[in-house]
């Protein structure tokens, strides 16, 4: 076998990790470049080489690079990102695709997720409200300058329900996954530190908004606290057997920012 003809059979072998379980790689290739289920086969096999317009295809249709699999000096790396912008939309975007990987990383039970956390997870934010709303809400109005909130203080339904309702949903998904998560003695304070800068500003449209933000933060580090004495996201004063997927770690040594590493089959 060719090395050409390897590396395709490893770039095809990526694709059909992303294709949908209920589906197959030679249907997917037979449709995606409109080829009979021989030909399909023959590329598997690696007995037809692809061509640049295929390679093409199938990197925009599964949204891929082709980079990882050919022959370049060591040292390079290919990565995507999701480029904020000031809109209500390029933030409901990153909800969905936290979703999506999320959605992904669950699907498999063996998969897991390490996280090293100069701050607090925010998927932990977003399974109690009015501390989800505060996040969401200062992400939006101080982070990336949403410009119809330039002049908003924050109230508890002051964000979109779409949004607090795919932020749970992403919080709901995060609980299923095993987790490693390493944090420091400053990993609290950041969202400490928001709240006291939110109240010193008097960017709280009551204090009563401001307490109950307090309250649910309290109750979010309470309930993080009990999972980590128990290893277990899942765990409640209902569902005590549940299943062991969480460790959390204490780290002398400070991380200066979120590293986040996913070990999936």
């Known amino acids: 076998m060719t090395d050409s003809s390897h590396i395709q059979i490893q770039f095809l072998q990526r694709i059909e990790d992303l294709v949908p379980k209920k589906t197959s790689l030679v249907f997917?290739?037979?449709?995606?470049?409109?080829?009979?289920?021989?030909?399909?086969?023959?590329?598997?096999?690696?007995?037809?080489?692809?061509?640049?317009?295929?390679?093409?295809?199938?990197?925009?249709?599964?949204?891929?690079?082709?980079?990882?699999?050919?022959?370049?000096?060591?040292?390079?790396?290919?990565?995507?990102?999701?480029?904020?912008?000031?809109?209500?939309?390029?933030?409901?975007?990153?909800?969905?695709?936290?979703?999506?990987?999320?959605?992904?990383?669950?699907?498999?039970?063996?998969?897991?997720?390490?996280?090293?956390?100069?701050?607090i997870p925010v998927f932990h934010h977003y399974g109690y409200y009015a501390?989800?709303?505060?996040?969401?809400?200062?992400?939006?109005?101080?982070?990336?300058?949403?410009?119809?909130?330039?002049?908003s203080k924050f109230k508890t339904d002051i964000n979109n329900p779409e949004i607090i309702d795919l932020a749970k949903k992403v919080y709901d998904l995060y609980s299923q996954i095993y987790t490693i998560e390493i944090w420091t003695e400053n990993t609290v304070i950041s969202t400490l530190k928001q709240i006291e800068y939110y109240w010193e500003s008097g960017m709280f449209e009551t204090k009563e908004e401001a307490l109950e933000v307090c309250n649910s933060f309290k109750k979010e580090l309470l309930d993080i606290q009990i999972m980590a004495e128990h290893s277990s996201k899942l765990y409640n004063e209902v569902n005590t057997l549940a299943e062991k997927n969480y460790d959390l770690y204490f780290s002398d040594v400070e991380i200066t920012n979120n590293c986040v590493l996913v070990d999936m089959p």
């Open 131 to 151: 501390i989800s709303a505060f996040k969401i809400f200062y992400w939006l109005k101080s982070v990336i300058n949403l410009p119809e909130l330039a002049n």
């Open 28 to 119: 997917e290739l037979s449709e995606c470049l409109d080829i009979s289920t021989d030909s399909a086969y023959r590329r598997m096999r690696g007995e037809t080489l692809l061509t640049i317009d295929e390679i093409i295809k199938l990197c925009n249709a599964y949204n891929i690079s082709f980079d990882a699999f050919s022959k370049v000096e060591s040292g390079m790396v290919t990565f995507k990102y999701n480029n904020p912008e000031p809109t209500l939309e390029s933030f409901i975007r990153f909800l969905q695709g936290l979703h999506n990987d999320l959605t992904k990383i669950a699907s498999d039970k063996n998969s897991k997720i390490l996280y090293a956390a100069e701050d």
